[in-house]
């Protein structure tokens, strides 16, 4: 998935405040969205550091047994009442609807270290000479574009970061 991370970052931050029983806040949106694509900072790490002929999947923070780690750690840290533990369930749970997301039509390593083979719902075929073009005919497009309009209708209908903008009703 390449555009529905961030809108899946900002859902996971409104369902998260929404089930805690609190309003959300622009920073908690913010920490969400950050969690949401968070895991491709690995692109940039390949593009000036390492070999591109690795997965960039293959990296640390794509793989799943490290976030498992990292959230154990993080819930076990910031007990009930810590100042920052509902932003930190935020991005941690951002952090892995994009882990879900890349496994649709990526490839993800559910069961590294043990077993190579990644796991991905489905291929995507290469029918069209453009690569992006594969991914924007292909069904998963849907889901894509369906999370960036569900975002964007939540944010029109209650918005977090453009309700000063807009204009009070008459
Ligand atoms: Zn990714």
Redesign the pocket.
Known sequence: ?FIA?LPAGYLCARGLASRAGGSITPAMALVGMVGGVF??IDLFYRAFFASQRIH??RYPT?LPLVWLAITVGTALLLRAGHPIRRHAAIFLLAVWS??LL?SVA?DIWWRWPWFDPPFSLVRIPAVHSRWWLNYLLHWTAVVEFGLVGVAAYLEWSRPVFFGRWRRPAA
Request: zero cysteines; charged letters at 20%; a negative charge.
């Open positions: 998935m991370h895991p491709d960039h999947h794509h994009h882990l890349d990526g």
